[in-house]
């Protein structure tokens, strides 16, 4: 059987085309929060989803069934048939035009089988399995979704759809697809409703901020910072219960009951940063996107599909990180996440529209991370099971060097593991490899070397 990363394939596309919404809808505008039109969220997210052939729906055509239910399902998410102009002050405001989004139908001459046990990105050929229309991929003007659906000679298929990231986070995204899913299977409306209220994380009348948020930080010299050298390299690795239980053996007692994303983001910050070598007196970062729908009081109604993940800012000097306990950084951490409150919501909103929706800072030293482990994705069904594979397509946002997600995954004795891909030079990847081996490793029993050191390598 091929590797997936030389495994090559035909896809033959069909003309790509509009799929508007089932019934009439509104035509208003409707304006983004101050959080969804901040410039860092101005990009197209992609995501996939990978579906096996079930022989109880051979004869139904899953680029018809989807076809139709991403119709049907634009009558209650009729924001997304819609088109983002700006407005002064660089406002986004959804015109809901009804136009639709976009749709690919697709054949690929490849089964599933040869994409290998391990189905987790990179993807090979994502450049056929999502193709990107020409004209399509602007922020303004352009349709919000784009999705194809790839038939594969074993009867299963491919899901891929494009967001425009203003729109919705992974948890919003993931309802609007188990929405469509749900009207693939037969039911006539969604089981949760889309809620819009983007009033709920817009700014205050006059805005002030009202907390300090490091992570917009002016950062010096940024310039040149994000070109990567050629020899970089994509590693992704794999952490299950053992790797998780050894790394709490390295803390106090009293630290030990983090959370399972805590743990893990302090270990990699700290490996990594011991990998890049930067200035040991240089204050290095780690982003923590943070899902704040139940850090409001009331929470966010049940079914909000807007931006609620944001950026809570862990810093130290690379010399404290590097050279303190894992239990220093996993305490910065904590301290990053909870820091995310309905008051800091409310005044980093204000700081978008004082400050112009400015960018995170980008420089070498930091570190984002984005668990997708609970948004949903591979429970999304449209009548032929749960997705063998289901979420990110690429790292969110992706920088090399910069951006890591947590990902699912279920091991081939049915246990579920996370999968952490890295980008990093050559070079710096070795020392990682070599740090993280350290800290996986007990230091009564150095002669066991965890399954965390399991990698998958892939060209960029």
Known sequence: MASKHTLTFKVTRQDPELIPPAKPTPHELKPLSDIDDQESLRFQVPAIQFYRRNPAMDGKDPVMVIRDAVSRAL????????????????????????????????????????????????????EELLYDVPGSGGVVNCPLLLIQVTRLKCGGFIFAIRLNHTMSDAVGLAQFMSAVGELARGAKIPSVQPVWRRDLLSARDPPYISCTHREYDDVLDIKGTLIPPDDMVYRSFFFGATEISALRERLPPHLRHCSTFELLTACLWRCRTIAITPDPKKEVRVLCAVNSRKRFNPPLPTGYYGNVLVLGVAIATAENLTKRPLAYALELVRKAKASITEEYMKSLADLMVIRGRPHFPMVQTYYLVNDVRHAGFRDVDFGWGKAV??????????????????????????????????????????????????MLNRDDDPKVVRRGLVFITSPL
Do not use: H, W
């Open 75 to 126: 009558v209650f998410y009729y924001p997304l048939a819609g088109r983002l102009r700006e407005a002064a002050g660089r406002k986004l405001v959804v015109e809901c035009t009804g136009e639709g989004v976009l749709f690919i139908e697709a054949v690929a001459d490849v089964t599933l089988q040869q994409f290998g046990d391990a189905l987790l990105p990179p993807f090979p050929c994502l």
């Open 389 to 438: 594979y289901g979420g990110p397509a690429i790292s969110i946002g992706a920088i090399p060097g910069v951006t890591s997600l947590y990902i699912p995954f279920k091991n081939n004795n049915g246990e579920n593991e996370i999968v952490v891909p890295i980008c990093l030079a050559a070079k710096a990847m070795e020392v990682f490899v070599k740090e993280l081996g350290v």
